[in-house]
């Protein structure tokens, strides 16, 4: 292996050399400072006698004299069972003080496409225990649902409970508890505090022997950021798709990696597309979004549920946007209902699960599920509108019908959506508490809902004040 | 992608690479020829040339690719295969078949360097001609009959680059795709299948002005916004608005006789879904598996950015090779917004001047070359074919003033804009009903008149008009609340409710609603009218309107599309509502 010393510039993250032998695209590169700190990184652009590179933990202390490496292959993530239970860097090194990894394999963290026709139908319903996500963005195993939050607001609670109870149903009850998923937690630029709150809950609940852990924190480098997630998912590949596991990956904050992205194009002079975000970041995120799934012929599978903060809030920001635009549907925490104290603060209007119509219904869930659902929306939408005119003309000025629904949106968030991060709700009980709700509206009204199913499930006495959980 | 490599010109050797594209030195090259890339043979295609510099855009993953590795030219522009065996496949955007790719690589991941014909070589197919020894035939013109699928029979055609002739011989019987079946007295070969550049339309004789529907059993669609068969179509909207599961319905449902369907850069179990679904599901006008009457073209948005730019002329190629046999196609691509943004991420890494949001100046003139390959034809062998185009388009931040949104308004004559309030409240489709048009109502009037009834256009109307007076109502009751305007104002938002509920909503997955012919579209709506002109019989005889809307029998309104025997049901409804509102006067 050949040592250069040819530093030609150093910008940003990047660093260009020259180079007397070709060098390959994406290819690994170790930059050895005079100080004999040895950091990695990546060839962005070759070409003849010269390639782009650019380093991971930062250019700082690396000047023209450093020599460079190249390692001849492009970034590989060592894989084996054992790195359950452990906790690594954001490049992949462990950091719990335990043994060494020694890898079964060693993938390449740049997953290939997965092929379309290879894919099986994601339609396991994954029971939660939590109402909003049950009841109204139900999810299956190997989708990808982000979490869409805000700065402060609690979406690492809802994370948490997720990986905590989250469990198949029918498999239960399997000697070998086989319903559990293994987590995969990728931490991108998040605080040390924070980062403490996932691990002594992953500690408390014993969840850390079935978990890997990847941290990148807010004081580590910015560009490590972008093999962070590749060296998590190609982690869960492995073990969902040899060795079985059915997997949850969690990656905290996506936006923290779309601003590593954004920094390295800026480093190289790109043009840029909207709001300063690479053109390429669709295509790039999608990369990573679409690791999730299921693929035929194989036992396990992949759930992502990625976590980003949307600046201002702004669900039409690029991040969110983009996003929005390749996962399968989003969970949308609300900063109106977190100041009321509704836990989870989940607002199921804007939120959705778009492979919930084929995860629910008999035999999977419940028969009325997908009629109960549709309901509840349009009610709680009916309830929301009317929200606005009651501020202007008051309740007295709405009929009685009308005064239903706003009673109905009420009750809706504080009994169906605020459960709290330590209830778990069976699916059973979440769509009971459902048509407890639903009764308060007249028989007419539910015209979404199967008339028979009405028959078996419309509560006919309803009392005014059903005594609040 | 083709097999066959005739004059191969002077190979060169890789001078850069950086992602998706990677420039050559010493290549030998036209524009858009196909080059095998790199010590693994990766498929790509010139963009540029350059002096000495050939830039290539690669259609496969390019790490690890170095400079000094040689490129190879095959001389070809990107074509494709065209014969039997399209139909029921599933390709990549070079037509590569994901299910021989999966078998060759031997992995449920795509992995690079592994190229595959676009039809079977192999396969031997049953050939029935049509012409005789001593036939003329010209290019175009039918030499023989292959069933391609339950569905569909293929026809073989002199291709449109041959010279024509006198038959000299006809086989009959089992063949391969590549043995010839038609030998024509000046030495000309024809087989079943062709070859075609995919970024050159297939000629014509003439284009006509599109009169017939293609009926698509969406009651939104075909009652107020009906696309023509030949016609052009956007779908624009936010993420979650409805546009995948829109063009879905339209892949399954719409009368043509061929679909195609080009996933650009969306989901890959979206895609999955299809291949799932549609053998099981039936073509409604001929009871066969959907499958059968189906090409997909998968490229997701994880896989290579170059296939996802290619893939959109793929589509619109087999398109147009159905069409010429004198079928109706019709091709939904989604999104067209990722086909743009694939040709933006190539623009910058050649570091051409961008124009508008970063989009490449060639934008507007692309798309429009796609959307004219569309249309109703007279082919040139005589029969009328036709290409209907669909486009879903991904505005960012569900913002319509965007490029390819303003560029696609353009160009389509169809204009389904999808709303995310709908969307939020669950009203699906979410097509907003103030912003959509149809250009082509007028001239498909006549036939809805023709095989439904002669009062469409005149209930259509109706419609509109309640829709229209019930936007300008909703203002007003937003800052009065309802009971503050006069009756009839409130009857009127009362029968524009059940239109919006009842008629315009349609649930994609309930099996008695998801598809909706159109006789069933216009008896809903004539049933709506009904509700509305008794309504205001008892209103003017001074039944307060209280009462009127709360009669047993409206509310079932909302039940008629998930009817198992909806015709049933509508007299009974009808009489019922009659009865309940003249009993109250
Ligand atoms: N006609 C319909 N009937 C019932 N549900 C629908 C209908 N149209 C859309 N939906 C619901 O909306 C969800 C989102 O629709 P869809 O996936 O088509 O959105 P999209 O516009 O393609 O979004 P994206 O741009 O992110 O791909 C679906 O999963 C489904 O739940
Ligand atoms: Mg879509």
Redesign the pocket.
Known sequence: MKEYQTISEISGPLVFAEVDEPIGYDEIVEIETPEGETKRGQVLESSEGVVAIQVFEGTTGIDKNASVRFLGETMKMPVTEDLLGRVLDGSGQPIDGGPDIVPDERHDIVGAAINPYSREYPEEFIQTGVSAVDGMNTLVRGQKLPIFSGSGLPHNDLALQVARQATVPEEADDEDGGSEFAVIFGAMGITAEEANEFMDDFERTGALERSVVFMNLADDPAVERTVTPRMALTTAEYLAFEKDYHVLVILTDMTNYCEALREIGAAREEVPGRRGYPGYMYTDLAQLYERAGRIKGREGSVTQIPILTMPGDDDTHPIPDLT???TE?QIMMDRDLNSQGVQPPVNVLPS??????DGIGEGLTREDHADVSDQMYAAYAEGEDLRDLVNIVGREALSDLDNKYLDFADRFEDEFVDQGYDTNRTIEETLEIGWDLLSMLPKDELNRVDEELIEAHYREEETEEVAAD | MSQTQESVREDGIIASVSGPVVTARDLDARMNDVVYVGDEGLMGEVIEIEGDITTIQVYEETSGVGPGEPVENTGDPLTVDLGPGLLDTIYDGVQRPLDVLETKMGSPYLDRGVDAPGIELEKEWEFDPTVEVGDVVEPGDVVGVVEETVTIDLKVMVPPDFEGGEVDSVESGSFTVTEPVVTLDNGEEITMRQEWPVREARPSATKKTPRKPLVSGQRILDGLFPIAKGGTAAIP?????????????LAKFADADIIVYVGCG??GN?MTEVIDDFPELEDPSTGNPLMARTSLIANTSNMPVAARESCVYTGITIAEFYRDMGYDVALMA??TSRWAEAMREISSRLEEMPGEEGYPAYLSARLSEFYERAGAFENINGTEGSISAIG?V?PPGGDFSEPVTQNTLRIVKTFWA?DADL?ER?H???INWNESYSLYKEQLDPWFQENVDDDWPVERQWAVDVLDEEGELQEIVQLVGKDALPEDQQLTLEVASYLKEAYLQ????NPNDMYCPPEKTFAMLTTIHHFNDEAFKALEAGVPVEEIISIDAAPRLNRIAVQDDWKEFIAELEADIQEQLRELY
């Open positions: 929005g635009y390749i549907g959705l699960s778009r492979l919930m119509d | 909207g936010p993420f979650g608005s409805g546009k995948t599961v829109t063009q879905h319905s969306e989901r979206e989604d999104s879903a991904s999808l969307a669950r699906f489709p979410a349609q649930n994609a997955f």
